[in-house]
Structure formats: structure tokens, C-alpha cells
């Protein structure tokens, strides 16, 4: 199932943006460039719209900013790194490197919940996250994320 | 084993919900403690505590950036926090609960 949601085209391992706002800007287009959203300003908006509630920043050099929106044409994981860090409001004040934009449809199927639901609880997970961190190639990312749904 | 309980539940119910459950269950494994949390998320409730479990708990942990009905833990010792809290301070959080303390962030 997660094939469905990220391949190699939605991962950049080398972000240029050094804030919350860039980063937002450069994975959405991303997401826009792969035919994932169909309006790329309303859905930053969307995406806003949930981390106004709260940063999504979580800790661990990781963000996860998502969002439900009417923008999004495919369900889709996009995932970014960044070597010099993102400043990006974390709940324990460090900056971001790695960042999983989520973006999902108003109403979506419970598999695709299930998968996003499984990849938060591996990012609790410090090999997980050490793997992610040391990754070279945007087909290393999809084999750890492939491998850790394996092993579940 | 000494047991809690849990309930996280979050804005959207993609992400947060799951972060907090995953680090109250790995913080129970390395204090020795049996943690079992209900998911509130966009699937709907999953891992749903049934009676015994609560009955059996020591108290109960609500990481949620909603509101949760705590009926059902009545005569509990309960701790609420957001979910930030849990994903970040999940050792804190369960020693608090075992000691009986009030719980500070």
C-alpha cells in the first residue's frame, strides 16, 4: 500500500529551504509537479490551516505537516532532507531535517490511514530514524520505509 | 507486570494520535511496564480498552489535542496532557502516574 502513496519522484534529499514556510513551498511543488494536488496555493493554505492548531514539528530532527484538503488528487507522502537544518518551530526547539509532508484527500480509505498511522509509529523509533537520517538515494529511502512495513 | 492505560487522540488523526500512543508504549518497555493505549484517529478507535484493561490499570494517560470522554476511567488516577507532551517527555509522564505525583510540563 505504500507504494501508492510515495515513490522516488516525491523524495528530495537535498532541500534548499532553511524555514517552515520554504520547506512547505518546496515540497508542495513537488507534489504539484507529480500531479499530487491540482492547486498548489490552497493547499499550503490547507496545510497551514493544521499547523496554526499546533507545529507539526515533533521532535527528533523530524516534521510531519499535513493536511486533509480538497486539493489533494492522489493520497500522497512526499519526504524531504535537509543537510543545513530547517528552522521550523519543533516542540523541542531544534531545527528540522527530515520532513514528511502528508497530503490527503477529505475522505480517504482506511488502508491509506493505516500506512500513514504505521510510518508515525516508526518515526518513534530511533533506528528508523537513524536510518532515514543516513540515507543516499531516494530509492534507499523507499527500501527502509518498504523494509520497516515488512518487518511489522 | 504493573499495567496503565491510555487514550491519545489528535486534530486530524493522521499523525500525532500515533506518535503519542508509539511513545508511551516505548517508554512503558523500558520502565517494565505493560502500556496499552487507545488510538482515537482518522480509522476511528482502534486497540479499544475494554473493562478489564481499565480495571487492571494502575491509572490512565490521555494524550489528546481533543476532547475525550473519561467516563469510563472514573475512580482513576488520571494525567491529561496535549500529545506534544507525551511524544516528548513519555518516561516523565508514566513515572508520574506510578508515583502518584502531580504531573508538571
Known amino acids: 500500500m505504500?507504494?501508492?502513496?510515495?515513490?522516488?519522484?516525491?523524495?528530495?534529499?537535498?532541500?534548499?529551504?532553511?524555514?517552515?514556510?520554504?520547506?512547505?513551498?518546496?515540497?508542495?511543488?513537488?507534489?504539484?509537479?507529480?500531479?499530487?494536488?491540482?492547486?498548489?496555493?490552497?493547499?499550503?493554505?490547507?496545510?497551514?490551516?493544521?499547523?496554526?492548531?499546533?507545529?507539526?514539528?515533533f521532535g527528533f530532527g523530524i516534521a510531519i505537516p499535513?493536511?486533509?484538503s480538497p486539493y489533494v488528487k492522489i493520497p500522497s507522502v512526499c519526504f524531504g532532507?535537509?543537510?543545513?537544518?530547517?528552522?521550523?518551530?519543533?516542540?523541542?526547539?531544534?531545527?528540522?531535517?527530515?520532513?514528511?509532508?502528508?497530503?490527503?484527500?477529505?475522505t480517504d480509505s482506511k488502508?491509506?490511514?493505516?500506512?500513514?498511522a504505521w510510518i508515525s509509529r516508526n518515526l518513534m523509533h530511533e533506528s528508523f530514524r537513524k536510518k532515514l537520517m543516513e540515507a543516499k538515494t531516494p530509492e534507499e529511502v523507499i527500501n527502509i520505509i518498504l523494509r520497516a512495513n515488512e518487518g511489522e | 507486570m504493573k499495567k496503565i492505560v491510555g487514550v491519545t487522540a489528535c486534530i486530524t488523526g493522521i499523525a500525532h494520535t500515533y506518535l503519542a500512543a508509539e511513545s508511551l508504549i516505548e517508554a512503558g518497555k523500558s520502565l517494565n511496564i505493560q502500556v496499552k493505549i487507545e488510538t482515537h484517529g482518522a480509522i476511528g478507535i482502534e486497540n479499544r480498552l475494554n473493562q478489564q484493561d481499565i480495571d487492571e490499570a494502575i491509572g490512565v494517560i490521555i494524550a489528546s489535542d481533543i476532547v475525550v470522554n473519561e467516563t469510563r476511567f472514573i475512580n482513576k488516577r488520571i494525567i491529561k496532557v496535549k500529545t506534544h507532551e507525551a511524544i516528548k517527555h513519555p518516561q516523565k509522564l508514566i513515572r508520574s502516574l506510578m508515583e502518584k505525583e502531580d504531573y508538571h510540563e
Do not use: C
Open chain 1, 2 to 57: 505504500i507504494e501508492t502513496l510515495i515513490d522516488v519522484n516525491l523524495i528530495d534529499l537535498s532541500l534548499n529551504a532553511r524555514s517552515k514556510d520554504g520547506v512547505f513551498h518546496e515540497l508542495a511543488l513537488l507534489l504539484h509537479r507529480n500531479d499530487r494536488i491540482s492547486d498548489y496555493s490552497h493547499f499550503i493554505e490547507d496545510v497551514y490551516e493544521r499547523e496554526d492548531m499546533g507545529t507539526t514539528g
Open chain 1, 66 to 68: 499535513h493536511a486533509k
Open chain 1, 81 to 106: 532532507k535537509s543537510e543545513q537544518g530547517i528552522s521550523y518551530d519543533s516542540i523541542d526547539g531544534n531545527p528540522v531535517y527530515l520532513v514528511f509532508m502528508i497530503a490527503m484527500p477529505e
Open chain 1, 111 to 116: 488502508q491509506h490511514l493505516t500506512t500513514l
